[in-house]
């Protein structure tokens, strides 16, 4: 069991942030990593040609570890979820009367290049939701599921969502695609690292993660994983790098037409950031390290005794198996007013989320008991 983890970061201590679906704070080791990784700039001389594919390669090992697959040439270096979604839409065999089916309110970045895709090729995006009220999680998912059909050609969504963490059942949704022959593609960014995923259970055509949340990398860095539906497709770019036998230098006036193999030709070019990837792999080794069923049990042991007394309070939450315990929606009881909330929030400076109507709690390892109370004491007095 994880014990707090708080001393491995620079919080500030004069506010409250309970907030990590926004973004991580910095570790000390990848702030290190990070100052580190810019002085060598100083003498280009110490940034050695073979660095240029050994940074790649160790960022891609960490990756396939965080989600259980040993086919490392599957991950993709990228800079953001929206670039690794285009790859996917790039790529995806769609046509005229074809269907996508996303979550309703998800992140964009999982939803434009669908809405574009639909209505170039004369197809249909259908968002998925329901209505608040006891047992959403089950109900969504089960609308979902009933959404999925012969003409579905792709399901796109999370596996938590970003406003309330309603918990897809991906494994469900899986087995419905493969039964109508559709792809499935997941947005991590707002579970990987702190919720376990594996891939040799979900079997994902993709799975798409930006580092600056639960990965708790630097911002503009993000991994991928493309599974064996993307073998053979088209990069949305062309760069030297993902090119066979790129790493000879000497060659590389002699065009290559053949790829790196397999998801090697959808990295972003000038993959190899001799800043970010350092700071990446850090990050990766160390979330590896207190591994994610371990941050999620931190989590869910961290908030129990809170949630209970919020419930008791008449505020709304997702029963556990409905939800994930790193990021929990609260809704207000009747009479409570989201504006009060907020300034009352603010003025504590307590840093949570709001999204509509729903408090969004995003804790990790680095919370503690101390902070929940200082937003039950907030969250207490509005009450009254």
Known sequence: MLNCQRSLFQLDESVTFLNCAYMSPQLKSVEAAGRHAVSLKNAPNRIAPDGFFSLVR????????????????????????????????????????????????????????????????????????????????HRWNEALLAAIGPKTAAVALSHVHWVGGVLFDLEAIRQKTLEVGAWLIIDGTQSVGAL??????????????????????????????????MDGGQPIEENWINRKGSDD?????NYQPAYLPLAGRYCMGEQSNFVLLPMLETALQQINAWQPSRIQEYCANLNRPYLEELLEMGFNILPE???????????????????????????????VSVRGQTIRIAPNVYNNAQDWEQLMGVLRKVKK
């Open 196 to 229: 376990p995923f594996d891939v040799q259970k979900i079997q994902p055509d993709a799975l798409i993660c930006a580092a600056y949340k639960w990965l708790m990398g630097p911002y503009s860095t993000g991994v991928a994983y493309y599974g064996p539906a």
């Open 249 to 253: 230098f000497r060659n590389l006036i």
């Open 321 to 351: 198996g409905q939800r994930g315990h790193h990021l929990v929606g609260l809704g207000l009881p009747d009479g409570v007013d989201m504006e009060m909330v907020q300034a009352a929030l603010t003025a504590h400076k307590i840093l």
């Open 58 to 137: 160790q960022v891609k090992t960490a990756f396939a570890q965080t989600i259980n697959t040993e086919e490392v040439d599957r991950i993709a270096v990228i800079p953001s979820v929206s670039y690794g979604i285009a790859t996917v839409a790039k790529n995806l065999p769609f046509r005229e009367g074809q269907e996508i089916v996303v979550a309703a309110e998800q992140f964009p970045s999982n939803y434009y290049s669908w809405e574009q895709l639909a209505q170039e090729k004369g197809g249909k995006l259908i968002s998925v939701g329901v209505s608040e009220g006891p047992d959403k999680g």
